[in-house]
């Protein structure tokens, strides 16, 4: 953590001094304002300067997993699979204030996920990027979660989490590993859906843990 939340702080020193060097006032609240602006920006430059960097960690160790693996917990995979989870878990903070937006999907994309045009991401809690896939048109509510993990009789499982085309995950609602969301498929708000379930096109499924709520054949009077 020294060094994910360190070296990116050299840009942002960086600019600190140059930026201050630059404002001297003989006012005491005319330089305190100008220090604290000085300040926050620089706090801007260091958000940034962290999510390149993490991202570009977990760019070069996230696994390249397309399928359910499974492998024993004291496993290379699973220490490189432990890396990237810190890295995101640090950076997470930061991130936040991003989301959502082009920047925030741009860092998933870098870290590994798959994810589509026009799709928007409006929560920091895709926990394992490389494994997660979101097709074109769909939108991610705010606070959902995402776990591409698992461990299960002493062994790590790693099993891709993937949304189809128009579908949509309700706010703080949390996916399992396995997971398939069809087409136009609706997860509702504060939604549990378990491992390997799969939601069919066009149906909306809600509660804890989720069930069909509206099938496919009442698809066309959905407004969500």
Known sequence: MVIV?????????????????????????????????????SFVVYTISLLIFSSFLQFILHLRIKEKTVVPLASFK???????????RSTQPFLQHFVPSFLATAYFRVCGAKIGKNTQINTVRLNDPCLIRIDDDC??????IFNGHLVEKGQMVFAPIH????????????VQPGVVVEEHAVVATNALIPKYRTIPAGEVWGG???VMIRDSSSRD????
């Not at 949304?163 to 949390?174: E, P, Y």
């Open 221 to 224: 009077d959905l407004s969500l």
């Open 208 to 210: 804890l843990p989720a």
């Open 78 to 88: 699973t220490i490189r699979w432990a890396f990237c989870g810190q890295i995101l």
């Open 163 to 174: 949304m189809q085309k128009g579908s949509l995950v309700g706010a703080r609602a949390t």
């Open 5 to 41: 939340w360190g070296v990116p702080l050299a840009p942002a020193i960086v600019y600190f001094n140059w930026v201050e060097s630059l404002f001297s006032y003989d006012h005491e609240w005319a330089q305190a304002l100008a220090t604290g602006l000085v300040l926050s920006s």
């Open 139 to 144: 939108v991610v509510g705010g606070g959902a």
